[in-house]
């Protein structure tokens, strides 16, 4: 049996989920602080909806992430490699993190390997 291949567009939507969940907010809260209604934002999260750059980059904002992780999970940007995209994923997904620290980490990580990069080319 073929297995059919998940819109990217729910997966998103379910990324946003669990963020929003995981920074304790609720639908009508995190609607809120986008400027968008809470139904749009139902219909984001239950993949009904395909979300615009903007609304991306203000749900991004109200979920301290950047706008390319969100970018990412929608399928818009490539990740540049599947071991950074693992390492990434890993980190957004750790339940016992803020928001604030998996951006951190995040930007840590990508640093580090920017450093490694820049000296295995010299």
């Known amino acids: ?14 990324f946003i989920r669990r963020q929003r969940e995981l920074a304790q907010l609720s639908v009508r809260q995190l609607a809120e ?24 980059q203000s749900l991004a904002k109200g979920l301290r992430l950047s706008a390319e992780t969100l970018y990412t999970q929608a399928g818009i940007l490539d990740p540049e490699e599947a071991e950074e995209s693992d390492v990434i994923k890993a980190v957004m997904h750790d339940p016992y993190l803020s928001a604030r ?15 490694n990069e820049t000296e295995r080319s010299s």
Do not use: W
Not at 1 to 14: R, V
Not at 33 to 56: A, D, K, V, W
Not at 101 to 115: A, G, H, P, T, W
């Open 1 to 14: 049996m073929a297995s059919k291949k998940a819109d990217p567009y729910t997966n998103l939507g379910e």
């Open 33 to 56: 602080m986008c400027g968008i209604s809470n139904p749009y934002l139902s219909q984001i999260e239950r993949g009904l909806r395909t979300p615009s750059s903007m609304i991306l």
């Open 101 to 115: 620290q998996r951006e951190m980490l995040i930007d840590m990580y990508r640093s580090f390997r920017k450093v």
